[in-house]
């Protein structure tokens, strides 16, 4: 039942952008049709959803399909589901923000094309996801690339938004040629396109390293992995807000989805490639908040916080593959139900923060974090709900970014607690990368919120901003409530997780233990209730106190100086100033200061930035010097074709000779 | 009915002994110093004036400078159901209570410093910076000083980590856990900004921590900051006291009277350190921070064996 309704899902969410077409580009009434249409399609597949959870109700659906060697194979099991999920809810509440976000009547040239590709990325992505048959899930995985082009490029006038596109376009296509030599050793290994357990006979080292290689290359490149995550910042930040809630929070988990999926056909994975996970996670998630750190674009440094997030997942999968590889049952658990719990809570804070940043930029119409700041006062439920998503992206306490952190803490803490092998002691020094990584991003964050929303407002940008409407804040709200019920009652979670943890071991199911028995959720739901309760009443005594004393107001201390101005404030650059220099080794900010050596120096200006080290310095360079050298071939293109006729006789009498 | 009577106790204990510290610090200031010093309760006598005093808010602030002062004294609450005092047993316990008491004290910390910035001043951009700046090497260092225990003691829980069973383990690894010992002394002195990080009795905004991103507090918001400071300072102080004497006679009475002293002890050795060194400048900071983490890290190394 659940794959019926996945499916009908998945047709209508497909064709919902279709009808819009038909209508003019001046008419409301297209957008709504689409809006109305998707909805319905991802209501029905998360009531498939429900219906998986709660009845157990899959059966594996296998039409017969014309495309040689394929399948049209299809089923829900407990890690599709976790996918799943945030895939219709993030797509669902991402359409009801654009009816005001991106209405047609404010975008006529682009409204109908960006609701076309938002139906079509969402089908693709569920595709790819319930797809047994590796050429089914390569068409969804084609749909999904595709489609998230041309919605990156939504506002293709843009010379910037082009680039960004081109160099998501040029990494999505490596990936999928990464993809396509994978699937093809991965059947001849099984002998056919069915995505199922290796045999062990089948496995051997090159095998294995080949296939390891070529699905971290694939599925590192669209997740968005630190050495591969160049394409990542450009398009999220150039992409409508809610286009970039859907990316950031769903489509980048697709390479992790094939990640978890992949390694799930290997019953004995070698220790390397826990390891090697382990690794490129510690990279991505450490590096990614530190280039956040460095950024003033709101959207960027959204985008490398999702590079963060993808290094937390990635180093709990790579947990999870030692303990397989290891036989640590414990490991396992606790590393994979992380993993998928952060897949779930990324994608709602993820989303959340960028629906409220496009709140923020609809009303400001500025990215600039650093011309934003007061907006608490003009914008106070953007505000409130922004706050909510920083809190949890920081994994703090009562949300839901810390349910998922603590069991990978608790994991990390365990390999070093009776680890048999000393050598693998060192695994727990990951939780000190964890913690590093939690206080960076308190920092960023407080530095974020702190700007766009405190303070008082550093340009007319922000000084003149209105409060949104319903349709972008009920999207948010939802989205901060999901967050909220997670940190609450994370008792709820083994129902979903286990069955993702089976899913994944398939072999040794019966043998794990149980989420709930390795893990105190019920704790930290109440630990988290009770702070929810005990900073209400605090806030309540503190109100109280305060009417029952005089209140006064005045002006910020100054020392004195009665008349401070807006740029006085710290701004976002200055606030990360001392941790971008003490980073400086490795993020190469650059500075532009000016050099005072007059009395009475002109006005000037200062400037810092921090340059992708991937992108700017690595990539773009080195294929730059590329092109550089295949235009020394157009000595051979002269554009007569008597020369071509002549290179075309030279190379026959050649080969003549040569045989 | 005695486990209630017990939880009472402890958490009355510490919401009754935390701001004596700040006594004791500042009279052993004073006897270095050859002055006679403010009176031992002096912070009680501030926060009963403080609770009755009337308030000065910024025209700039927002609800979110109203709801630091809150966060940062409930997290410290909560802080103080979670680690053993005078008796290795605590309100609240599971299996990684550790990572929830770190992360209780950046929750604090995050609405502390927004509070900081709601006011727009740059003295509280510039104490904000640097608190959030400092907290990413005291993190790590405390994290690290945890895996030692929890190697020692096979448990995830502060009150076994931290319990009886933890005299044994001078016997096996005093090694690392002196290094554990300097490590988090030097994390309470960074995490409660005392000397040699930052100087709580400075006039200057320009180089304070935490003491300018509270400039803008008044009234009975400032008094709730000062205790939870306080309380912050009694448990890093509990943590050093547990670590080094985790003894446990039998008597309730005397354990919480070892207890006791053993906190009076870390506030005199802080009080010391304040009396004979200066501030660090600021750029140094980071590298005194940096070497409590590699102790720490040389710790855990040691038990790897």
Same mark, same amino acid.
């Given at each position: 039942?659940?794959?019926?309704?996945?499916?009908?899902?998945?047709?209508?969410?497909?064709?919902?952008?279709?009808?819009?077409?038909?209508?003019?580009?001046?008419?409301?009434?297209?957008?709504?049709?689409?809006?109305?249409?998707?909805?319905?399609?991802?209501?029905?597949?998360?009531? $498939?959803?429900?219906?998986?959870?709660?009845?157990?109700?899959?059966? +594996?659906?296998?039409?017969?399909?014309?495309?040689?060697?394929?399948?049209?194979?299809?089923?829900?099991?407990?890690?599709?589901?976790?996918?799943?999920?945030?895939?219709?809810?993030?797509?669902?509440?991402?359409?009801?923000?654009?009816?005001?976000?991106?209405?047609?009547?404010?975008?006529?040239?682009?409204?109908?094309?960006?609701?076309?590709?938002?139906?079509?990325? @969402?089908?693709?992505?569920?595709?790819?996801?319930?797809?047994?048959?590796?050429?089914?899930?390569?068409?969804?995985?084609?749909?999904?690339?595709?489609?998230?082009?041309? %919605?990156? @490029?939504?506002?293709?006038?843009?010379?910037?938004?082009?680039?960004?596109?081109?160099?998501?376009?040029?990494?999505?296509?490596?990936?999928?040629?990464?993809?396509?030599?994978?699937?093809?050793?991965?059947?001849?290994?099984?002998?056919?396109?069915?995505?199922?357990?290796?045999?062990?006979?089948?496995?051997?080292?090159?095998?294995?390293?080949?296939?390891?290689?070529?699905?971290?290359?694939?599925?590192?490149?669209?997740?968005?992995?630190?050495?591969?995550?160049?394409?990542?910042?450009?398009?999220?930040?150039?992409?409508?807000?809610?286009?970039?809630?859907?990316?950031?929070?769903?489509?980048?988990?697709?390479?992790?989805?094939?990640?978890? &999926?992949?390694?799930?056909?290997?019953?004995?994975?070698?220790?390397?490639?826990?390891?090697? *996970?382990?690794?490129?996670?510690?990279?991505?998630?450490?590096?990614?908040?530190?280039?956040?750190?460095?950024?003033?674009?709101?959207?960027?440094?959204?985008?490398?916080?999702?590079?963060?997030?993808?290094?937390?997942?990635?180093?709990?999968?790579?947990?999870?593959? #030692?303990?397989?590889?290891?036989?640590?049952?414990?490991?396992?658990?606790?590393?994979?139900?992380?993993?998928?719990?952060?897949?779930?809570?990324?994608? *709602?804070?993820?989303? *959340?923060?960028?629906? !409220?940043?496009?709140?923020?930029?609809?009303?400001?119409?500025?990215?600039?974090?650093?011309?934003?700041?007061?907006?608490?006062? &003009?914008?106070?439920?953007?505000?409130?709900?922004?706050?909510?998503?920083?809190?949890?992206?920081?994994?703090?306490?009562?949300?839901? $970014?810390?349910?998922?952190?603590?069991?990978?803490?608790?994991?990390?803490?365990?390999?070093?607690?009776?680890?048999?092998?000393?050598?693998? $002691? !060192?695994?727990?020094?990951?939780?000190?990368?964890?913690?590093?990584?939690?206080? %960076?991003?308190?920092?960023?964050?407080?530095?974020?919120?702190?700007?766009?929303?405190?303070?008082?407002?550093?340009?007319?940008? =922000?000084?003149?901003?209105?409060?949104?409407?319903?349709?972008?804040?009920?999207?948010?709200?939802?989205?901060?409530?999901?967050?909220?019920?997670?940190?609450?009652?994370?008792?709820?979670?083994?129902?979903?997780?286990?069955?993702?943890?089976?899913?994944?071991?398939?072999?040794?199911?019966?043998?794990?233990?149980? /989420?709930?028995?390795?893990?105190?959720?019920?704790?930290?739901?109440?630990?988290?209730?009770?702070?929810?309760?005990?900073?209400?009443?605090? !806030?309540?005594?503190?109100?109280?106190?305060?009417?029952?004393?005089?209140?006064?107001?005045?002006?910020?201390?100054?020392?004195?100086?009665?008349?401070?101005?807006?740029?006085?404030?710290?701004?976002?650059?200055?606030?990360?100033?001392?941790?971008?220099?003490?980073?400086?080794?490795?993020?190469?900010?650059?500075?532009?200061?000016?050099?005072?050596?007059?009395?009475?120096?002109?006005?000037?200006?200062?400037?810092?930035?921090?340059?992708?080290?991937?992108?700017?310095?690595?990539?773009?360079?080195?294929?730059?010097?590329?092109?550089?050298?295949? =235009?020394?071939?157009?000595?051979?293109?002269?554009?007569?074709?008597?020369?071509?006729?002549?290179?075309?006789?030279?190379?026959?009498?050649? /080969?003549?000779?040569?045989? | #009915?005695?486990?209630?009577?017990?939880?009472?106790?402890?958490?009355?204990?510490?919401?009754?002994?935390?701001?004596?510290?700040?006594?004791?610090?500042?009279?052993?200031?004073?006897?270095?110093?050859?002055?006679?010093?403010?009176?031992?309760?002096?912070?009680?006598?501030?926060?009963?004036?403080?609770?009755?005093?009337?308030?000065?808010?910024?025209?700039?602030?927002?609800?979110?400078?109203?709801?630091? +002062?809150?966060?940062?004294?409930?997290?410290?609450?909560?802080?103080?159901?979670?680690?053993?005092?005078?008796?290795?047993?605590?309100?609240?316990?599971?299996?990684?209570?550790?990572?929830?008491?770190?992360?209780?004290?950046?929750?604090? &910390?995050?609405?502390?410093?927004?509070?900081?910035?709601?006011?727009?001043?740059?003295?509280?951009?510039?104490?904000?910076?640097?608190?959030?700046?400092?907290?990413?090497?005291?993190?790590?260092?405390?994290?690290?000083?945890?895996?030692?225990?929890?190697?020692?003691?096979?448990?995830?829980?502060?009150?076994?980590?931290?319990?009886?069973?933890?005299?044994?383990?001078?016997?096996?690894?005093?090694?690392?856990?002196?290094?554990?010992? %300097?490590?988090?002394?030097?994390?309470?002195?960074?995490?409660?900004?005392?000397?040699?990080?930052?100087?709580?009795?400075?006039?200057?905004?320009?180089?304070?921590?935490?003491?300018?991103?509270?400039?803008?507090?008044?009234?009975?918001?400032?008094?709730?900051?000062?205790?939870?400071?306080?309380?912050?300072?009694?448990?890093?102080?509990?943590?050093?006291? &547990?670590?080094?004497?985790? @003894?446990?006679?039998?008597?309730?009475?005397?354990?919480?009277?070892?207890? %006791?002293?053993?906190?009076?002890?870390?506030?005199?050795?802080?009080?010391?350190?304040?009396?004979?060194?200066?501030?660090?400048?600021?750029?140094?900071?980071?590298?005194?921070?940096?070497?409590?983490?590699?102790?720490?890290?040389?710790?855990?190394?040691?038990? #790897?064996?």
């Amino acid at each position: 039942m659940s794959e019926q309704l996945v499916l009908a899902a998945i047709a209508i969410v497909a064709v919902s952008g279709v009808v819009g077409l038909a209508f003019s580009r001046s008419s409301a009434a297209g957008q709504y049709v689409a809006t109305a249409l998707a909805s319905v399609g991802s209501v029905v597949g998360i009531a $498939g959803l429900v219906a998986f959870w709660m009845f157990s109700s899959s059966r +594996p659906i296998d039409y017969p399909w014309s495309v040689p060697g394929g399948e049209f194979a299809v089923a829900v099991d407990g890690l599709s589901a976790i996918f799943l999920l945030p895939v219709f809810l993030v797509s669902l509440l991402g359409n009801i923000y654009g009816l005001e976000y991106w209405a047609q009547a404010a975008h006529p040239e682009n409204g109908r094309k960006l609701r076309l590709f938002y139906g079509l990325v @969402t089908a693709g992505m569920a595709l790819l996801v319930v797809a047994r048959n590796s050429l089914l899930f390569l068409v969804g995985w084609e749909i999904m690339a595709l489609a998230a082009f041309f %919605l990156v @490029t939504t506002e293709d006038h843009d010379r910037e938004v082009r680039e960004a596109g081109w160099v998501y376009l040029a990494c999505t296509h490596t990936a999928t040629l990464c993809l396509f030599a994978l699937f093809a050793l991965l059947r001849s290994a099984v002998g056919s396109f069915s995505l199922t357990s290796i045999p062990a006979e089948a496995v051997t080292g090159t095998f294995e390293t080949a296939v390891f290689a070529l699905a971290v290359l694939g599925f590192g490149l669209k997740a968005g992995v630190m050495p591969l995550h160049l394409w990542l910042p450009g398009a999220h930040a150039m992409a409508p807000s809610h286009v970039s809630a859907l990316m950031s929070g769903v489509l980048i988990k697709m390479g992790i989805y094939g990640l978890v &999926r992949v390694t799930s056909l290997f019953p004995h994975p070698p220790v390397a490639w826990g390891a090697v *996970l382990l690794g490129l996670g510690i990279v991505s998630g450490v590096l990614g908040v530190a280039y956040a750190l460095g950024q003033h674009d709101l959207k960027r440094l959204l985008a490398y916080h999702s590079v963060e997030n993808i290094g937390i997942i990635v180093m709990g999968l790579g947990l999870a593959l #030692m303990g397989r590889s290891l036989n640590r049952y414990d490991w396992i658990v606790l590393g994979l139900c992380g993993a998928l719990l952060h897949v779930w809570n990324h994608a *709602l804070f993820k989303s *959340l923060l960028f629906l !409220s940043a496009g709140s923020v930029i609809h009303a400001t119409h500025t990215r600039e974090i650093d011309h934003l700041g007061g907006l608490a006062k &003009r914008m106070p439920a953007t505000a409130g709900l922004f706050l909510i998503g920083a809190v949890a992206i920081c994994g703090l306490p009562p949300l839901n $970014g810390f349910v998922s952190e603590f069991l990978l803490f608790l994991g990390f803490f365990s390999t070093f607690l009776k680890s048999a092998q000393p050598a693998y $002691g !060192s695994i727990a020094f990951a939780a000190t990368t964890l913690a590093l990584i939690g206080a %960076l991003a308190v920092a960023c964050f407080v530095k974020v919120f702190a700007t766009v929303f405190l303070g008082t407002a550093r340009s007319t940008h =922000s000084d003149q901003a209105r409060e949104s409407t319903y349709a972008m804040l009920g999207p948010m709200a939802v989205l901060a409530a999901c967050c909220l019920t997670i940190g609450l009652a994370p008792q709820g979670l083994p129902l979903v997780l286990d069955r993702g943890v089976n899913a994944w071991a398939p072999e040794i199911g019966a043998q794990l233990p149980r /989420l709930a028995e390795v893990a105190p959720l019920s704790s930290l739901g109440a630990m988290a209730v009770a702070l929810v309760v005990a900073i209400l009443v605090g !806030s309540v005594a503190l109100g109280i106190r305060l009417r029952a004393t005089a209140v006064s107001a005045t002006n910020t201390w100054s020392c004195a100086y009665m008349q401070p101005t807006p740029r006085m404030q710290y701004t976002s650059s200055s606030f990360a100033q001392m941790l971008v220099s003490l980073l400086a080794q490795v993020l190469l900010p650059i500075t532009n200061r000016p050099r005072i050596n007059t009395l009475f120096p002109a006005s000037t200006r200062f400037s810092s930035e921090v340059p992708d080290a991937v992108l700017d310095r690595g990539v773009l360079p080195a294929f730059r010097l590329a092109a550089w050298l295949m =235009s020394r071939l157009r000595v051979l293109q002269h554009g007569s074709i008597q020369l071509y006729l002549l290179y075309v006789f030279a190379t026959l009498l050649w /080969l003549l000779l040569w045989k | #009915m005695s486990e209630v009577l017990s939880w009472t106790l402890h958490v009355a204990v510490a919401l009754v002994a935390a701001p004596l510290q700040l006594g004791i610090i500042n009279k052993t200031k004073a006897w270095f110093a050859g002055r006679i010093g403010p009176p031992v309760l002096q912070p009680y006598y501030d926060l009963i004036k403080l609770a009755q005093k009337d308030s000065v808010f910024s025209t700039t602030t927002t609800w979110v400078f109203r709801l630091g +002062p809150v966060v940062s004294l409930v997290t410290a609450l909560f802080a103080v159901l979670l680690i053993p005092l005078g008796t290795a047993s605590a309100p609240v316990s599971f299996t990684g209570d550790l990572v929830l008491l770190a992360y209780l004290f950046a929750l604090g &910390r995050f609405f502390t410093v927004s509070a900081a910035l709601d006011t727009g001043s740059a003295f509280e951009g510039m104490g904000a910076a640097r608190e959030v700046t400092f907290a990413c090497f005291a993190e790590p260092a405390f994290f690290l000083g945890m895996l030692v225990l929890a190697k020692l003691s096979g448990s995830l829980r502060l009150v076994d980590m931290l319990g009886t069973s933890a005299t044994s383990h001078w016997g096996v690894a005093s090694a690392s856990l002196v290094l554990v010992l %300097l490590s988090w002394f030097i994390v309470l002195l960074a995490e409660n900004c005392r000397i040699p990080f930052d100087d709580p009795n400075t006039h200057l905004e320009l180089t304070m921590i935490h003491e300018v991103m509270v400039l803008d507090h008044s009234g009975p918001a400032f008094g709730m900051i000062l205790y939870g400071a306080a309380l912050k300072l009694f448990v890093f102080a509990a943590l050093i006291v &547990r670590l080094v004497l985790p @003894t446990s006679t039998g008597m309730p009475a005397l354990d919480w009277a070892i207890f %006791l002293a053993g906190v009076a002890a870390v506030s005199l050795a802080v009080g010391v350190v304040e009396s004979v060194m200066a501030r660090l400048r600021l750029v140094h900071i980071p590298t005194l921070l940096v070497a409590a983490c590699l102790l720490s890290a040389f710790g855990v190394i040691l038990t #790897m064996r």
